[in-house]
């Protein structure tokens, strides 16, 4: 009996240690799924974000840092004939800026949403997709970038996975991601979790915090 006692003692603390140092390794299981993973890795990289040349739903031409110069930026990925994620994404993302207090948007956050399809998302377009979802145009912006090179620059930067198929769709994963003061990635955040976004989005513009 008191060798049954020991033995189940002996397998709860195995138990236990193992969940202790899956906790560790997972950084409280932030890192349990694929995507929690990348979104962890990307944010222990805190990675630059390249300065692409951006063409908006209203024909201008910019660099990503004119448009961030001295202020934080919501940033998703999505082209608009898609019917899966992209719409949610978009309407997430509307109920994101209505949520972040007005003295904040256009003044110490913009908010972008980039095509990865500019051959399809030309600025007529996006315009039309912008509207849908209630963009301003100005301190919410769609926009595309028209050099591969520099799509995928970006893209790879921000660990965002688009594999196109035979019918002219994507697959593809999605967040918000918050890009800082200086330029670099400061959060990922799960998309479908508005709430939670919102209220971390606004806690660092009222802190004005900025990673290095």
Same mark, same amino acid.
């Given at each position: 009996m008191i060798y049954k006692h020991r033995t189940a003692f002996a397998? $709860?603390? !195995?138990v236990l240690f193992g969940m202790t140092l899956f906790y560790i390794? &997972? +950084?409280? *299981?932030?890192? *349990?799924?694929s995507e929690s993973a990348r979104s962890y890795e990307l944010m222990q990289k805190n990675p630059a974000v390249p300065s692409v040349?951006?063409? /908006?739903s209203q024909e201008r031409t910019y660099s990503f840092d004119e448009l961030a110069e001295d202020k934080y930026v919501l940033l998703t990925?999505?082209?608009?004939?898609?019917? &899966? !994620?992209? @719409?949610?994404l978009a309407m997430n993302m509307a109920e994101v #800026? /209505?949520? $972040? @207090?007005? %003295? #904040? !948007?256009?003044? %110490? $956050?913009?908010? =972008?949403?980039?095509? *990865? +399809? @500019?051959?399809? /998302? +030309? @600025?007529?377009?996006?315009?039309k997709y912008r509207r849908a979802f209630g963009s301003d145009g100005q301190t919410w912006r769609m926009a595309r970038i028209k050099d591969q090179e520099e799509l995928?620059? =970006?893209?790879?930067?921000l660990g965002v996975v688009v594999i196109p198929n035979e019918y002219g769709e994507f697959q593809h994963n999605a967040a918000f991601y918050l890009v800082g003061k200086e330029g670099r990635?400061?959060? !990922?955040? +799960? *998309?479908t979790n508005v709430e939670a976004a919102a209220g971390t989005v606004t806690a660092i513009l009222e802190k004005g915090e900025n990673r290095p």
């Amino acid at each position: 009996m008191i060798y049954k006692h020991r033995t189940a003692f002996a397998m $709860i603390l !195995v138990v236990l240690f193992g969940m202790t140092l899956f906790y560790i390794s &997972t +950084d409280g *299981f932030r890192a *349990f799924t694929s995507e929690s993973a990348r979104s962890y890795e990307l944010m222990q990289k805190n990675p630059a974000v390249p300065s692409v040349t951006l063409e /908006d739903s209203q024909e201008r031409t910019y660099s990503f840092d004119e448009l961030a110069e001295d202020k934080y930026v919501l940033l998703t990925f999505m082209y608009t004939s898609c019917t &899966t !994620v992209c @719409p949610q994404l978009a309407m997430n993302m509307a109920e994101v #800026y /209505d949520l $972040i @207090p007005g %003295e #904040y !948007v256009g003044k %110490e $956050i913009v908010f =972008l949403s980039i095509s *990865f +399809d @500019p051959t399809k /998302d +030309d @600025p007529e377009t996006l315009a039309k997709y912008r509207r849908a979802f209630g963009s301003d145009g100005q301190t919410w912006r769609m926009a595309r970038i028209k050099d591969q090179e520099e799509l995928e620059r =970006l893209l790879e930067k921000l660990g965002v996975v688009v594999i196109p198929n035979e019918y002219g769709e994507f697959q593809h994963n999605a967040a918000f991601y918050l890009v800082g003061k200086e330029g670099r990635l400061q959060e !990922v955040m +799960d *998309f479908t979790n508005v709430e939670a976004a919102a209220g971390t989005v606004t806690a660092i513009l009222e802190k004005g915090e900025n990673r290095p």
